[in-house]
């Protein structure tokens, strides 16, 4: 199946600066890249997903950038804010030809805002 | 649109015992997921079914744990019997199936599991 390793598991920023966290997956075929916020107690919801056949997708304070040939991608908040405080989980599926519709989870990123 | 549901939210009970969850999925969504989120860990696929049918249950460890689909709507998830490792979050989630590859999951809100 999918290996995702996911950097930093924990990330402390001042509120209003920016932060990223990358991860890395192993089957070059993946397709499909989405990231989840956890806030404590709850469950993953969806932030933003990107598929392979763009480089870069933004919404508002959030983007994430793919690097097909690295095969790694990574999750930018810019002008963080306190309800940015979450943990925060990437995945990504195996390969096409393969059960393309199970997502593998990184071991999650605990980002905390300083105000 | 009703999102993901799931019962119970808590479930406390002794090792050896048994314990049931069940999920309803979204209206429309053919996969349906059980993944096993232990304390600081990301979620880790134990089923997925498509429709009333098993896709992938590789890391469900089936001398304990069973999980159905009957009708392809609700499904359960059976631990019989627990143990203490079990202590964990199972979340439900649901998919559509778009013939187009991976699309996005949504969550149900977990069962939190304490095994004593």
């Known amino acids: 199946g999918e290996n995702v390793e996911q950097h930093p598991s924990t990330l402390s920023v001042q509120e209003g600066d920016s932060a990223v966290i990358k991860c890395t997956y192993s089957?070059?075929?993946?397709?499909?890249f989405p990231w989840y916020k956890q806030e404590l107690g709850k469950r993953p919801q969806l932030i933003i997903d990107i598929r392979s056949n763009v480089g870069e997708k933004k919404d508002q304070r959030i983007a994430v950038t793919l690097n097909k040939t690295a095969k790694h991608f990574s999750l930018h908040i810019t002008e963080t804010q306190p309800e940015d405080s979450a943990v925060y989980f990437c995945?990504?599926?195996?390969?096409?030809?393969?059960?393309?519709?199970?997502?593998?989870f990184g071991a999650g990123t605990t980002v905390t805002v300083r105000a | 649109e009703a999102g993901v549901a799931q019962s119970p939210r808590y479930k406390i009970i002794e090792k050896r015992q048994s314990v049931a969850f069940w999920c309803n999925p979204i209206s429309g969504h053919a996969t349906l997921y059980w993944y096993q989120q232990i304390l600081g860990q990301g979620p880790k696929l134990l089923i997925q079914?498509?429709?009333?049918?098993?896709?992938?249950d590789s890391q469900l460890p089936k001398d304990r744990f069973s999980a159905e689909r009957l009708k392809g709507v609700d499904s359960t998830l059976k631990i019989q019997p627990a143990k203490l490792e079990d202590s964990a979050v199972y979340l439900c989630a649901s998919s559509l199936l778009t013939g187009q590859g991976a699309s996005p999951l949504h969550f149900g809100n977990g069962t939190r599991l304490t095994v004593t």
């Open positions: 079914f498509q429709n009333n049918g098993v896709v992938d």
């Open positions: 089957d070059s075929a993946s397709n499909y």
């Open positions: 995945a990504a599926p195996p390969g096409q030809g393969s059960n393309d519709y199970k997502l593998s």
